[in-house]
């Protein structure tokens, strides 16, 4: 198993009563899964996928990452997990703004993620991403320059190089059209078929069908959603 939530809950409280966000959330998910969450606003998906990547700490629970509970982790052992194995696309996640698309997709490892990589091979992979993802002509553009569409591959693109277990995304196709959605759940699949494991957030009803699991978020519960559509 890649990823393990056992009895998964996380509370805040507010003026005294304390409220489940994500509520005693069971799941699991296999190496190279594409799984897809659906669900309202408020219904606790950010949550869930920060828990997951082991950004937030649990009220009670686990998590296990191939077989390692993540909340017992330190700081250094979490931190590994999350530079060289697990790769989070956060909502509303963007490029730096002052860097173009090529510099942007080096930052990570400059910043010491992705483990052992000469600049040539880094280079390499990063010509043939943006190629596969139609953004090669594109490598010098800075963010604002970029459509709505190119941003979104190229995050994927920059989660991607970093030859992650699983990638974590975080609604990553909203505010795009219908088309442009489409094209970048098809780059998803992608990464799917790379090998890399997939857990998505999406509210939008023509993702779902992109996936090999479809689940629902409801007032922190997390169970398989009845339509696929
Ligand atoms: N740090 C916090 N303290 C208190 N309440 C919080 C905190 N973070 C989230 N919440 C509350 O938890 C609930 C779920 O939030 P979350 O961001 O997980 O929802 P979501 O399903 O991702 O929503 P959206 O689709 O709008 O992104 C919301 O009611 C939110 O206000
Ligand atoms: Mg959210």
Do not use: C
């Amino acid at each position: 198993m890649l990823i393990k939530a056992k009895n998964l809950v996380k509370s805040y409280k507010s003026e005294g009563v304390s409220h489940r966000i994500v509520d005693q959330v069971n799941f699991s998910m296999k190496h190279g899964e594409f799984i897809i969450v659906k669900g309202v606003s408020g219904s606790g998906k950010t949550t869930l996928l920060n828990l997951l990547a082991g950004i937030l700490t649990p009220t009670d629970g686990e998590v296990y990452f191939e077989g390692s509970d993540i909340t017992k982790m330190n700081d250094r052992q979490l931190s590994q997990m999350r530079n060289q194995r697990v790769s989070y696309i956060p909502q509303n996640d963007t490029l730096l703004k002052t860097l173009t698309l090529w510099d942007n997709l080096h930052l990570p490892f400059f910043l010491g993620k992705g483990g052992e990589i000469t600049g040539d091979q880094l280079d390499e992979k990063l010509t043939e991403l943006l190629k596969e993802f139609g953004l090669w002509d594109r490598r010098n553009a800075y963010p604002s320059e970029l459509s709505g569409g190119e941003m979104r591959r190229a995050l994927i693109i920059r989660a991607m190089a970093l030859d992650p277990e699983l990638i974590l995304a975080d609604e990553p196709t909203a505010s795009l059209d219908p088309d442009t959605t489409l094209s970048v759940m098809e780059k998803f699949r992608t990464v799917s078929n790379r090998g890399i494991a997939v857990l998505l957030v999406s509210h939008q009803p023509q993702t779902y069908s992109y996936g090999d699991r479809l689940y629902e978020m409801k007032d922190g519960k997390l169970r398989p959603a009845k339509e696929h559509r």
